[in-house]
């Protein structure tokens, strides 16, 4: 059973940085990509990075690029979210998911596997 479980989200003061983490485990995820997403309430959920399995191909949302940088280590079957420079906009909902395969990495309905989420909060 696949198990995807993010944490590292807190109140954080505009400006400030914070890094989410995401462990998974179940299977092996070679050939996987692992997508962050987030969804503030009242809004859509929103794509805002992805990564290859095997580090080589990165994705961020245009909204968080130069800010956002998402990485992996494959041995502890963790990915993890560095968030500098974070705006109030940045509040929401930060859900990791696993896919197979690179297509359609942008869109939450191509992903298999979800976490629970993690809660970001940035005050001004």
């Known amino acids: 059973q696949v198990q995807l479980v993010e944490s590292g989200g807190r109140l954080v003061q505009a400006g400030g940085s914070l890094r989410l983490s995401c462990t998974a485990s179940?299977?092996?995820?070679?050939?996987?990509?692992i997508g962050w997403f987030r969804q503030a309430p009242g809004k859509e959920r929103e794509f805002v990075a992805a990564?290859?399995?095997?580090?080589?191909?990165?994705r961020y949302t245009e909204s968080v690029k130069g800010r956002f940088t998402i990485s992996r280590d494959t041995d502890k079957n963790a990915m993890y979210l560095q968030m500098n420079s974070l705006k109030p906009e940045d509040t929401a909902v930060y859900s990791c998911a696993a896919k197979f395969g690179s297509a359609g990495l942008e869109s939450p309905n191509e992903y298999n596997y979800w976490g629970q989420g993690t809660q970001v909060t940035v005050s001004s």
């Open positions: 179940g299977r092996t995820f070679s050939g996987y990509v």
């Open positions: 990564i290859s399995w095997s580090g080589y191909s990165t």
